[in-house]
């Protein structure tokens, strides 16, 4: 899941089964069993194994119920805009989250409307927020220059109570955080620890490659666990299978992993490196490459990948200001074999762009053979933006760190330029939408 950052005892009951946090007429109905069935005990739990990364006294990050130390917070628009450090899309990429330097808000992206919003009254900066699906509970990160919370801690807030219930505390800043509704992964700069939901029981600890974007994607999938996170060596990738107990490891390219993204499913996973010229797509069963698309010749930053819904296009952003869509060519009811699309597949209306010397790709370099977007969009450069596709057919939604939202719909026939549907600033005030 895309995401873009500033900075480098017994079960309780669910405290609201019958509540959505986004309770907005346009809104689909909340499906509840998005909630986790159960919450962190209020308790901590005790250990003796030593672990650098877990807290000074106890090993492992602990459950905890905690009250805000800010419980008080403005709950509206405020007459300069905020800063911002945080955006993401949930699981369903139906909303998306912001963090800022006053707390976070919640926003709806189609039809496009701001939800809701947490100013806190004192500090309030939040550096990460990840939502779980349109349920009432998130997890919450302190940032900025003046957080609300520790860097170290990840918090969980009920939206309902308007309070964090629980926390888990590290000894190093948390990097990142990923929620399903029956895990909670938490990353840092060089450890990735798996909880389960309903307990904020430790399952699993992997250990990482230095990882300060914290990059890591979950599969979101009933079922289907898989989790994808840089491995222990550079342009390594590692990918746990967790209904298999099966760890692969994929030599994904020679520099370093800059982004990543997965299939619903955890059937597909796209990598693109530092260098961001080219993106390759992998069987996340057997590691066997089954497409290679090429952004571009010159080096960019990627900031985003992106599946659509049925695996037929990726999205890509990066640094040079131009959103890009591929055409994909996989047998998704044949990946363990690992066979590709026949060309004449009447699912994919239009092949990616290659040269007109592809036939000699033998003989000359690879460049002259490879396989470019069908569609692009230009974006104002100097900010940093993330791609997911929307629930429109054919459509994208890009967001960005300046407090953008792009609505763009591309032919997936003609390909070229998108058409441009839709624009906000998102930082402005509600009445400005």
């Not at 904020?200 to 898989?226: D, R, W, Y």
């Not at 997911?388 to 300046?402: C, E, P």
């Not at 330029?417 to 600033?425: G, I």
């Amino acid at each position: 899941m895309a995401t873009l950052s500033a900075f480098s005892s017994p079960p309780w009951p669910n405290p609201n089964p019958n509540s959505n946090f986004l309770p907005h007429p346009e809104l689909d109905p909340i499906d509840h069993s998005q909630i986790p069935n159960n919450l962190p005990p209020p308790m901590l739990r005790d250990t003796t194994e030593d672990d650098d990364d877990g807290p000074p006294h106890n090993p492992y990050p602990q459950a905890a119920l905690t009250e805000n130390p800010n419980s008080n917070f403005l709950d509206r628009p405020s007459l300069s805009l905020p800063t911002l450090f945080h955006v993401s899309f949930n699981q369903d990429y139906g909303c998306f989250a912001t963090g800022t330097d006053r707390g976070f808000r919640i926003y709806n992206c189609d039809p496009f409307r701001e939800i809701f919003r947490r100013d806190f009254d004192h500090g309030g900066g939040i550096g990460t927020v990840e939502m779980l699906f349109r349920c009432n509970i998130l997890s919450l990160v302190g940032g900025g220059p003046d957080p609300q919370y520790p860097l170290n801690k990840v918090m969980i807030w009920d939206d309902h109570q308007s309070r964090c219930i629980g926390e888990l505390s590290f000894r190093s800043e948390v990097r990142g955080v990923r929620l399903r509704r029956d895990r909670i992964v938490v990353v840092l700069e060089q450890k990735i620890f798996v909880y389960n939901f309903s307990d904020l029981k430790l399952l699993h600890q992997i250990e990482t490659i230095t990882n300060p974007k914290g990059l890591c994607a979950v599969s979101q999938a009933s079922g289907s666990l898989v989790l994808v996170c840089p491995g222990l060596q550079k342009g390594q990738v590692r990918v746990e299978h967790y209904l298999s107990k099966r760890t692969k490891f994929i030599m994904a390219h020679d520099s370093r992993i800059a982004s990543f993204a997965l299939t619903q499913d955890g059937h597909l996973l796209a990598t693109s490196s530092t260098k961001g010229t080219l993106v390759r797509i992998f069987n996340t069963f057997d590691g066997s490459l089954l497409q290679e698309v090429r952004r571009g010749a010159d080096r960019a930053e990627i900031y985003s990948l992106a599946f659509s819904s049925g695996a037929q296009w990726l999205a890509v952003s990066s640094d040079k200001g131009t959103v890009h869509v591929f055409s994909l060519k996989i047998n998704l009811g044949n990946l363990r074999s690992d066979k590709s699309h026949d060309a004449s597949d009447p699912n994919h209306a239009v092949s990616s762009p290659a040269s007109s010397l592809s036939f000699m790709k033998g003989v000359l370099p690879k460049y002259f053979s490879s396989e470019w977007s069908v569609a692009q969009f230009r974006l104002p450069e100097g900010s940093q933006y993330i791609v997911a596709f929307g629930h429109q057919k054919n459509t994208v939604v890009i967001l960005g760190l300046d407090g953008s939202f792009y609505r763009c719909q591309f032919d997936p026939v003609s390909g070229g330029e998108m058409t441009q549907l839709e624009y906000h600033n998102f930082l402005k005030p509600e009445e400005a939408f």
